[in-house]
């Protein structure tokens, strides 16, 4: 990681500081702007899924969001989420992967 390539000194632990609050308030940026959230799901959302999603994501970004929404049937449930650069994966087949892995 690029914390352990820096020397740590003050001025370098402040810089290194400031460079993630302003990553971090720059992705928070253009996910606000963002106003479309793609959400692939294995079978098509209700609309009572959708106003719900809506709702949740719009609070948490400040600003309206709609979604569209894709079924992918190889998801084998749950659902995946990508608003701007921001992800999420609560999918059965994330879940399996992950087991998988750690196993």
């Known amino acids: 990681m690029i ?3 820096i020397p740590k000194t003050a001025i370098n632990e402040e ?6 609050e302003e990553v971090v308030l720059e992705l928070a940026d253009k996910i606000q702007k963002e106003k479309k959230a793609l959400v692939t ?3 098509p959302l209700t609309n009572e899924e959708k106003e719900s999603l809506k709702n949740i994501l719009s ?3 400040e600003r309206v969001i709609e ?3 894709l079924v992918d049937k190889k998801l084998l449930g749950g659902f ?3 608003l701007g ?3 999420y ?4 087949a994330y879940l399996f992967q992950s087991l998988k892995e750690n196993l």
């Open 3 to 5: 914390d352990d390539q």
């Open 15 to 20: 810089l290194l500081s400031r460079l993630k």
């Open 41 to 43: 799901s294995a079978v």
């Open 59 to 61: 609070r948490q970004v």
């Open 67 to 69: 979604i569209e929404n």
């Open 80 to 82: 995946k989420i990508v």
């Open 85 to 87: 650069d921001w992800k």
């Open 89 to 92: 994966d609560a999918s059965l």
